[in-house]
């Protein structure tokens, strides 16, 4: 796909896809409640449809001497939250994924399944998928996480927490990474009628019947990063992000504070969130992203292209993501004179160049990723033309990107 600049300002209102984040974790616990009933606002991101369909496809197939396969391509959190899910449910199942799934690490929740009484088995390289899972009825009781890879390890566990005839009291260790995400999975349960208690370092979850209420899924906060970048870079105009609140489930709304460094103000309306430039910028600023690392590619990208160095901590699980995404922008950004270093502390220093050469054009890979495929998008603005491979990988979260982004007037499709 080819992108150039208009040379026009930023204009008009997005309508963001529905929570990703969100729409996974009600569809876990339509799933254990065994109900089918309709999610206003359901993300139609290709995670999403994916999870519905192995959902589906589970709950309609007969129990057999042969596993069924079950095949995730490479998507994280769909894998997890079926790891806890087919552990619960009598039959034989090989969970796997693509190349690059089989390379995610899935070694601390097989662990904890284990201590619950699950019967998995590995098929390839120890702690990696493929798995093997012969499913039944487990009790429960408890077990120990260790929780630095991902939170998601933790929320797959606690959404099957309810179903465990002894309900579960899992002991959380090692970093807390990502840990709004674990917040997220706990608010949706309790609002769903499940009792819990969250401390310090445990979770006890006590047995009980998901029901889950009409809610409505929010627009998602991680999607709309990249419209702060477009902003940010193009500091001309405004844009309406429809819906989106900062009273939000979603830890990553740190967005609208990070970008403030940037040079983007956000005010709330009755519509959504206007943001538009304020003409500001912050001086070497740190940026902590254990918590958030999805919105990274979008902030390194903008930081290049505005000439801002930063530091970026809590970044050592972006290399277990859909790609090594500190390598993705590492290369990536290497057109625009930037580059990366280790600063220790789990940290890294960007450094950018004053004089890399706009209006000239660029090719990026875009590494099978859709974040880094979207974050690279709002580079249009500073080159005469820019070409993105591999395009169709926003549908994993966001299939109306490309159509949306020329739509802000800024940026036309190149044919």
């Not at 260790?173 to 499940?194: A, F, V």
Request: with cysteine.
């Amino acid at each position: 796909m080819k992108l150039a600049p208009t040379h026009t300002e930023v204009s008009g209102s997005v309508c963001l896809p529905g929570s990703k984040s969100i729409s996974n974790r009600l569809l876990m616990m339509m799933a254990y409640a065994e109900e089918n009933e309709a999610i206003e606002g359901l993300s139609a991101a290709d995670d999403t449809v994916l999870l519905r369909k192995l959902l589906r496809m589970v709950a309609t197939c007969g129990q057999s001497r042969i596993p069924l396969v079950i095949g995730c391509n490479n998507a994280g959190a769909v894998y997890r939250f079926l790891m806890s899910f087919l552990a619960t449910k009598k039959g034989k199942w090989l969970l796997t994924g693509s190349p690059r799934m089989k390379q995610r690490p899935v070694g601390e929740l097989v662990n904890a399944l284990r201590q619950l009484g699950a019967n998995i088995t590995y098929t390839g390289k120890e702690g990696f998928p493929p798995l093997l899972i012969q499913g039944s009825k487990l009790t429960g009781g408890t077990a120990s996480l260790n929780m630095s890879r991902s939170s998601q390890f933790a929320s797959s566990l606690l959404m099957a927490g309810p179903i465990f005839t002894e309900g579960l009291h899992l002991l959380l260790t090692g970093e807390r990474n990502s840990q709004p995400y674990l917040d997220m999975t706990m608010r949706l349960m309790q609002q769903s009628g499940i009792r819990l208690i969250s401390e310090t370092s445990s979770v006890r979850v006590e047995p009980g019947t998901y029901n889950l209420p009409d809610l409505e899924v929010e627009p998602d906060w991680s999607a709309a990063a990249f419209w702060y970048e477009l902003v940010a870079i193009r500091q001309q105009g405004s844009l309406l992000l429809s819906g989106l609140k900062l009273s939000s489930l979603q830890g990553d709304k740190v967005t609208a504070a990070y970008f403030e460094k940037l040079g983007v103000q956000t005010t709330e309306t009755k519509a959504g969130l206007l943001i538009a430039p304020n003409g500001k910028t912050s001086h070497n600023p740190i940026f902590e992203l254990s918590d958030n690392p999805d919105i990274f590619p979008a902030l390194t990208a903008c930081c290049a292209a505005k000439r801002i160095n930063a530091t970026f901590c809590g970044i050592a699980n972006l290399r277990i993501k859909e790609s090594d995404r500190i390598a993705a922008m590492s290369k990536e950004l290497g057109c625009l004179g930037a580059s990366f270093t280790d600063s220790g502390n789990n940290c890294l220093k960007l450094e950018t160049s004053k004089d890399y050469p706009v209006g000239s054009s660029a090719s990026f890979d875009s590494w099978n990723d859709h974040r880094v495929a979207m974050a690279l998008a709002p580079l249009a603005l500073i080159f005469s033309e820019i070409s993105i491979d591999h395009p169709e990988v926003v549908s994993k979260s966001y299939p109306d990107f490309w159509k949306q982004l020329e739509a802000t007037g800024c940026v036309k499709l190149v044919q």
